[in-house]
């Protein structure tokens, strides 16, 4: 059963306007959330964590939002550029379980057009 | 870019065959970790190290081995590679703790014909 989900496998938007990239989860003992972005031939990068004491978390262009009691985070990205064309997984731990526990979704393909 | 080097980038072999997958770090990260990606699936786990000789399974571990003799490498071993196993596998490192994050290698694309 799969325990983080990102239902959307693609979006698509234009360059200079807002990404939204949405994530929920079902188990409640996640308490550590984070964003991976990878572009193609390459490994995942890190983007951008939140903790569950927070509901936002800034990081110039790329804002993660938690509602805990939804169950679901997203990523905003305002401006996006092309090349934030990318997959973007999402990520939820248990903040003391380890990196081994670190579950992941399946991805969400971005396409941001000029 | 944390210092993860992955080989070979690219390898065909065929179903049945044994084939080792390598994962050099110099970052000094106690954990490492080898993930497979596959469409529709994402990232999974199949085998993690968090220390020299100190191996555990992750998710989809069966038909996989590691070994791990050196802090520095981590090596991953398909002992009768089948078609099912033909896959993207990225290497990973961490400190390990729930909130470090983990630095991921560029990957190898294995192919089993």
């Known amino acids: 059963d799969q325990q983080v989900k990102q239902n959307s496998p693609s979006l698509s938007v234009q360059e200079g306007r807002i990404s939204i990239l949405n994530c929920d989860y079902t188990?409640?003992?996640?308490?550590?959330f984070l964003w991976y972005k990878k572009y193609p031939a390459e490994g995942p990068t890190f983007l951008i964590s939140i903790s569950s004491i927070k509901d936002k978390n800034e990081d110039g262009r790329f804002t993660v939002f938690l509602n805990k009691s939804a169950k679901h985070l997203s990523l905003h990205i305002v401006p996006s550029q092309p090349g934030d064309s990318a997959v973007y997984f999402c990520a939820a731990a248990i903040d003391q379980g380890g990196s081994e526990k670190l579950v992941f979704g399946k991805g969400t393909k971005l396409t941001v057009n000029p | 870019d944390a210092g993860i080097t992955q080989s070979p980038r690219h390898k065909v072999t065929e179903t049945g065959t044994p084939v080792t997958l390598r994962c050099h770090q110099t970052e000094n990260h106690r954990y490492m970790y080898w993930y497979r990606q596959d469409p529709g699936h994402g990232l999974r786990l199949i085998h993690y190290s968090y220390g020299v000789k100190d191996t555990d399974k992750g998710e989809v571990s069966d038909g996989y081995s590691v070994s791990r003799s050196k802090t520095e490498d981590f090596l991953l071993t398909l002992e009768s590679a089948t078609s099912s196993q033909t896959s993207v596998y990225f290497c990973?490192?961490?400190?390990?703790?729930?909130?470090?994050?983990?630095?991921f290698g560029n990957g190898t694309r294995l192919t089993v014909t």
């Open positions: 990973a490192i961490s400190r390990g703790q729930g909130n470090s994050p983990l630095h």
């Open positions: 188990n409640s003992m996640f308490d550590y």
